[in-house]
């Protein structure tokens, strides 16, 4: 049997962006990022992690990530993941 692969670990960085589309009429786009890993079926994608929302703001700098390895790729450390920047649209 293959040993089980160690989820213990914590995974830390630090995301930014420049010069996002903005997509607001009236003021400016309030962006976050949506991680999501690849499921077993290689074709779903499952949303695992999302970071706050930066308001009014075209070139965000995130807070620091810290989430365990388990959160992101259910322990296997070669499953794809995805980063998709949205912009978080607010009822007025």
Do not use: H
């Amino acid at each position: 049997a293959l040993p089980l692969p160690c989820t213990c670990f914590t995974i830390r960085f630090q995301l930014k962006a420049s010069n996002l589309k903005n997509v607001e009429v009236m003021g400016k786009s309030d962006p976050f990022v949506q991680i999501s890993r690849l499921q077993e079926d290689g074709m779903t994608w499952l949303p695992v992690y999302k970071t706050e929302t930066k308001k009014n703001n075209l070139s965000p700098t995130w807070n620091t990530i810290s989430v365990r390895a388990q959160q992101f790729n259910n322990g296997d450390m070669f499953r794809p993941l995805r980063f998709t920047v949205r912009a978080c649209r607010e009822q007025r």
